[in-house]
């Protein structure tokens, strides 16, 4: 069991590690960017998904250090990469005023290559004071920040609300993917989904790509980009600057 001491301390003396997964661009074929996945690494050197402690993170009040700290080791580790990073925050992160402030002079800090910054909120950071998170998040995107909204479709999102929603990305849920090829509705339904983020001006990922009949289907439905287990799974950073070196 993971405790709130621990927790503190891992974010305390940067025991955070970072995994990275392809965000892969299906009609030019390259590399358009990467999310980023927070491991812990516990005292007996055993790496811990992030399942295991956000919601700890969250009830103690270390969810704001432990996401400036994932933004801050990305945009560190992968400095030297022309890439967009895109990082998960929670809904409490959002609506936090002290990270809000944090994160502007970050970006300040950044200066052009804020724009290779993109943050990832869910359906669920709406849920509670949604004309400040909306104002939050359209003052991110003057800064040259990204925004995705993550697991699209299986939240509690209306279609009223998207409209209001200041966004680059529509990241659209893993289990919209599973049956693609194979089921006429799910073919069906992710064709809508695609025009719906492109209708709004988003670009649109798949998420939970697998197999190369799937990415074949998203090409020819003109979905932008993809993410899965069929590009890579989510890789360290040494192993990251491997995969793009094949790539060649
Ligand atoms: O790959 P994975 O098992 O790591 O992801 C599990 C969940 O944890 C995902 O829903 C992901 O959005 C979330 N997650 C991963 N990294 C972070 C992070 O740095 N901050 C927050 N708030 N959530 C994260
Ligand atoms: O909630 P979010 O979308 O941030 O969660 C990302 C999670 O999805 C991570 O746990 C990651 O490991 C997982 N994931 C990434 N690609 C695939 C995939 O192709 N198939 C499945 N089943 N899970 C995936
Ligand atoms: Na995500
Ligand atoms: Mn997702």
């Known amino acids: 069991m993971l405790i709130e001491q621990e927790l503190r301390d891992a ?81 409490s992160t959002i609506r936090d005023s002290e990270f809000f402030a944090w994160m502007r002079d970050f970006a300040l800090r950044l200066g052009e290559r804020a724009s290779r910054l993109q943050i990832e909120v869910t359906e669920g950071t709406l849920m509670q004071e949604r004309d400040v998170v909306v104002s939050r998040l359209e003052e991110m995107r003057r800064w040259g920040i990204k925004v995705a909204l993550d697991d699209f479709g299986v939240g509690y999102s209306s279609m009223s609300y998207l409209k209001h929603l200041p966004l680059d990305v529509l990241k659209l849920d893993r289990s919209f993917t599973t049956y693609l090829g194979e089921s006429e509705t799910d073919n ?43 590009i890579s799974r989510p890789l360290s950073h040494r192993d990251l600057r491997q995969w793009m070196g094949a790539l060649k």
């Open 11 to 91: 974010i305390q003396k940067r025991k955070l590690v970072l995994q990275y997964q392809p965000l892969w661009d299906i009609h030019q074929q390259k590399l358009w960017g990467v999310e980023c996945l927070v491991r812990l690494q516990n005292r007996q050197g055993r790496f811990i998904s992030p399942e295991e402690f956000i919601n700890l993170a969250e009830e103690t009040g270390l969810i704001r250090r432990l996401d400036q700290r994932v933004i801050e080791l990305a945009m560190e580790e992968l400095r030297d990469l022309d890439f967009v990073c895109s990082v998960n925050l929670s809904p």
């Open 188 to 230: 069906r339904l992710m064709d809508s989904l695609i025009q719906l983020g492109h209708g709004l001006g988003f670009k649109v990922i798949a998420e939970g790509v697998e197999t190369s009949e799937q990415v074949q289907w998203l090409r020819t439905h003109r979905c932008d980009l993809i993410q899965g287990y069929h």
